[in-house]
């Protein structure tokens, strides 16, 4: 039972080296790979090897809990993305076994709160951080006056003063929706956003003799947003972290698909599956890898942010209630229907009549959110 995703290697890595230098020619510095969660499908301990062709010394991921895998296969330093805070005790333990394994000068951590710095001021050795300002997202992050206290604090001072703490830069994780009544001619709301908070940084940094760097580490602007960055501020200092955008940018290269593992023409009315269900009249009932184990079936909530998506929706689940849902995999060019919710590893699909049948052993594409995909194997990439 294989539920695979098929790689055109090299189409996928042109796309992925293009779009690293497309960032880079906009911002001025490399990008910054994302390699969280599922490794976007492909799994992260591949993207790492893959990162490796790319200009730069830094990549990021999620948590702390997926920094051993990126460290183990990447010789880059790995910035974790998730705040550092030693009230969420889970995750301050697994950071002391990271830091009894790991090579400290290769990890970067994200703090945005006083009691995440305070947790690090004392001990030997040196601790990089970047710190994160509290954008219109609304997330994480230190407030302006949060930020300015924080650099008016003794302890604070005194330990980047003699090298304990390394303040790298600062992050800004923006809002991927603009609001709609954006005014003309001074930037997106995006740009005006990390246009205040860098004139904020700046002027702090320039009344301090501190060693902090002024690099700003951002998420979510477009290229026309880096230039325009670049046009209103100058020279300023940028690392864009790109996840989505580097891995899954070219669809057509990645290929998900089930095997067909049995086939089942069935007469009318022949109930089927655990929640017994009759199917159409003269229909094959098809057996397929791929199911819950494998993201089939599970997806992130709708926005509905207009009023088109809201019926879309609303009709979606009217559908699901009444024990009918469009499964992603697709056979003969249409997206098929499930007999019955997928299992754990497989998923029942009925063809209509009049449909050429597949054989045992086809593969059926499946239209799927690599971000929520498990892949059995990936070919293509080794």
């Known amino acids: 039972m294989s539920f695979v995703l098929s790689v055109h290697a090299d189409r996928w890595r042109a796309h992925m080296h293009s779009t690293a230098a497309e960032i880079a020619s906009v911002t001025g510095f490399p990008v910054v790979p994302i390699i969280k969660g599922n490794g976007y499908g492909l799994g992260q301990a591949r993207l790492a090897r893959e990162a490796e062709s790319l200009t730069g010394t830094v990549v990021a991921v999620g948590t702390v809990f997926e920094l051993e895998e990126v460290l183990t296969h990447s010789l880059s330093d790995v910035i974790v993305l998730e705040p550092s805070d030693p009230r969420d005790t889970a995750s301050a333990h697994t950071w002391g076994e990271v830091g009894d394994r790991w ?150 290269a990645l290929t998900a698909q089930g095997c067909v593992l049995a086939v089942h023409p069935l007469p009318d009315g022949v109930h089927v599956g655990y929640r017994q269900r009759s199917g159409p009249k003269g229909g094959t009932l098809l057996i397929v890898s791929g199911g819950t184990t494998h993201g089939i079936g599970l997806s992130a909530p709708s926005p509905a942010a207009s009023l088109r998506q809201r019926f879309v929706t609303a009709g979606t689940g009217a559908l699901d209630a009444a024990g009918r849902a469009l499964s992603p995999f697709i056979w003969d060019g249409k997206q098929r229907w499930f007999a019955e919710t997928p299992h754990q590893h497989h998923s029942m699909i009925w063809l209509p009549r009049g449909v050429v049948v597949p054989k045992i052993g086809d593969l059926m594409q499946a239209d799927v959110r690599f971000t929520t995909s498990r892949f059995d194997a990936v070919l293509g990439l080794g």
């Open 103 to 252: 090579d400290s000068k290769r990890i970067i951590r994200t703090i945005s709160s006083t009691a995440g710095l305070e947790s690090l001021l004392e001990g030997s050795g040196s601790v990089r951080v970047i710190l994160e300002g509290r954008t219109s997202m609304h997330r994480f992050g230190f407030t302006e006056g949060e930020l300015l206290r924080l650099f008016a604090d003794h302890a604070v001072r005194d330990a980047i003063s003699r090298g304990r703490i390394q303040i790298l830069g600062l992050a800004l994780h923006l809002p991927l929706e603009q609001p709609a009544d954006e005014p003309a001619g001074s930037g997106t709301a995006r740009v005006r956003e990390v246009l205040r908070w860098h004139g904020i940084w700046q002027a702090e940094l320039a009344t301090t003799e501190l060693p902090i760097d002024p690099t700003l580490w951002l998420s979510h602007l477009t290229d026309s947003e880096y230039s325009d960055l670049r046009r209103f501020a100058g020279e300023v200092l940028v690392r864009a972290r790109v996840g989505t955008r580097l891995w899954l940018g070219d669809r057509g």
